[in-house]
C-alpha cells in the first residue's frame, strides 16, 4: 500500500492536486473537507456542530475527524493506497493516523507540504469563495483565522512526521500543472 499526505494551509493547492495525483496512481482520494461538506449537505447533527466551527474558521474536534476517517478506510480495505487531503491536522491526528494504518502493518510513505505565501492563500480563497458557495471563503477575516489556526495547530503536523524524514517541501506557486510535475517527481522518486 502506499499512502501519501499532501500537506499545505488552506488554499495551498491541495483539493486541486489531489485530483491530478488520484487519477494518475489509482489511490482511494481521502478530502476530511469534502466528507464534512456531504455531512453538511445532508444536515446531520455532525454536519451541523461542524458547519459552526468551519464557519468560524476552526478545526472541527479530532475525535470526529478521526471517527470519520476510521470508517473511510475500513470500507476500502482492498485499496492500493490513500491520498490524505486536509489530514491530519493536529498531532494528535497523526498519532491516531498512524495506529489505524498500522492496524494492517501499513504506514505514511510521503508528506508533500506545498508552500505558498499567506497573501497569495487569502487572494485564491477569496476568489473560490466567489463561485463555490462555500462560506468559509467568503469573508476575508474567517479566510485569516483559517490561516491562524494552521500556523497555531497544523503546522506540527510536518514537525511531527519531519521526524520520521517523511517530508519534503514543494513550491506552490506558479501553474497547476508544474507544481503537478514537481510532486509527480518526488511521488515516483518514492513509489
Ligand atoms: P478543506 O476542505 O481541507 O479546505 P481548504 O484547506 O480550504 O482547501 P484546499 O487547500 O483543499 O483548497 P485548494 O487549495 O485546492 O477544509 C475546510 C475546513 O474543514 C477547515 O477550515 C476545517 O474547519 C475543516 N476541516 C477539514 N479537515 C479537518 C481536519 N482534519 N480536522 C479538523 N477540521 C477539519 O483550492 C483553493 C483555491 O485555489 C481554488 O480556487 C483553486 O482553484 C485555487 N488554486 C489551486 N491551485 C492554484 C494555483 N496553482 N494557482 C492559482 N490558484 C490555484
Redesign the pocket.
Known sequence: MFNLILF???????????ENIIAAYGLQHL???????EEIGNATPLGLE?KR??DQ??????E??IGM?RNFIEARSAAKGFLF??????TA?CVALDALLKENGNEINIVLA?EVSEE??VK??L??GLT?G?S??TNETIIRA?IK?YHDKTTAVATYYAQFNKVVHVK?????DS?YADLKQEIDHKI
Open positions: 499545505g494551509p488552506p488554499g495551498s493547492g491541495k483539493g486541486t492536486q489531489s478530502s476530511t473537507g469534502n466528507l464534512l461538506r461542524a466551527l468551519m474558521g476552526q478545526l472541527v474536534p479530532d470526529v475527524v476517517v487531503d486536509g489530514f491530519p491536522r493536529t491526528q506545498l497569495e492563500l485564491r480563497l476568489g473560490r463555490s462555500r468559509d471563503d483559517r489556526e506552490g506557486e506558479g501553474t497547476v507544481i
